[in-house]
């Protein structure tokens, strides 16, 4: 703010401050599972980890599996929510 402006009283814009937008939580529905040997490649019993395509978070295989398992469940809540908001 200026020397005239204080004077004269103008009062300066204050910024605009942003809302603050929350981080979406990924639902983790593009896991792909990874093997230690190109022997067990295509081999669900041998799965050693997974990884989120969309996040590129890893998992092991129990994390994995369970992720899988609640997938549905998972892409429903995200679809309830989205509805929602429109």
């Not at 703010?1 to 009062?11: A, H, N």
């Not at 939580?25 to 593009?30: E, F, G, M, W």
């Given at each position: 703010?200026?020397?005239?402006?204080?004077?004269?009283?103008?009062?300066q814009k204050q910024p605009v401050e942003e809302a603050e937008v929350p981080e979406p939580?990924?639902?983790?529905?593009?896991l792909v599972?990874?093997?230690?040997?190109?022997?067990?490649?295509?081999?669900?019993?041998r799965v050693t980890s997974y990884a989120c395509e969309a996040c590129h978070a890893t998992f092991s295989r129990e994390q994995g599996?369970?992720?899988?398992?609640?997938?549905?469940?998972?892409?429903g809540l995200l679809d309830v929510e989205r509805l929602g908001k429109q």
């Open positions: 703010m200026g020397i005239l402006d204080r004077l004269l009283g103008r009062k939580v990924c639902p983790h529905v593009a599972p990874h093997w230690h040997s190109a022997e067990d490649m295509g081999k669900s019993d599996e369970r992720l899988l398992a609640t997938e549905a469940e998972r892409v």
